[in-house]
T-cell receptor, first 115, second 115 residues
């Protein structure tokens, strides 16, 4: 079975400092992995996705994530946080077979950015 | 803008009311989804439609009734809801349900409050 664990429910950083949001996954096959962002009272926006091509994936707004199979991780990073990055971030893994909805969402990490 | 619109954005209804949520996608996709997002819970898949056919009902109570008249439109009909049904209801679309590399694009959601 596939699953995804976001290791921190809340991360707080200062503006201009690096961001690290951690995600571990479990999958019995080579999964696709996504990061979505949700700003308050908004829908989910795709930040980036990994689909078995390059292991370092670059997304929008300066975010990137690295797929590490040996560590079953897909952590999201950004070199320098901006106030507008404050939002909730969801790590998502695909399922295979069974659910046609095929996405399993983590519980989310709320990112706060201090001035 | 992701190309997925939802109306209304906010809805307050009593437990005896009947209302409908509407979702429209302008991306030429063939799959559409309803999700429920409650506080402190992971995103829950409710229904999946692929080429207008319902392919998944994730044990959703019958007081929620989906309708997909064509690949661009999706409705969620609501009747005799409970206060615990208050949540953000998100619609998403993708090229085709079930493909592991498929990317879902989300609408802004409808914030539903059941009194």
């Amino acid at each position: 079975a596939q699953s995804v664990t976001q290791l921190d429910s809340h991360v707080s950083v200062s503006e201009g400092t690096p961001v690290l949001l951690r995600c571990n996954y479990s999958s019995s096959y080579s999964p696709s992995l996504f990061w979505y962002v949700q700003h308050p009272n908004k829908g989910l926006q795709l930040l980036l996705k990994y689909t078995s091509a390059a292991t370092l994936v670059k997304g929008i707004n300066g975010f990137e994530a690295e797929f590490k199979k040996s560590e079953t991780s897909f952590h999201l990073t950004k070199p320098s946080a901006h106030m507008s990055d404050a939002a909730e971030y969801f790590c998502v893994v695909t399922t295979k077979g069974g659910s046609q909805g095929n996405l399993i969402f983590g519980k989310g990490t709320k990112l706060s950015v201090k001035p | 803008e992701t190309g997925v619109t939802q109306t209304p954005r906010h809805l307050v209804m009593g437990m005896t009311n009947k209302k409908s949520l509407k979702c429209e996608q302008h991306l030429g996709h063939n799959a559409m989804y309803w999700y429920k997002q409650s506080a402190k819970k992971p995103l829950e898949l409710m229904f999946v439609y692929n080429f207008k056919e319902q392919t998944e009902n994730n044990s959703v109570p019958s007081r929620f009734s989906p309708e997909c008249p064509n690949s661009s439109h999706l409705f969620l009909h609501l009747h005799t809801l409970q206060p615990e049904d208050s949540a953000l209801y998100l619609c998403a679309s993708s090229q085709e349900a079930g493909a592991t590399t498929d990317t879902q694009y989300f609408g802004p959601g409808t914030r539903l409050t059941v009194l």
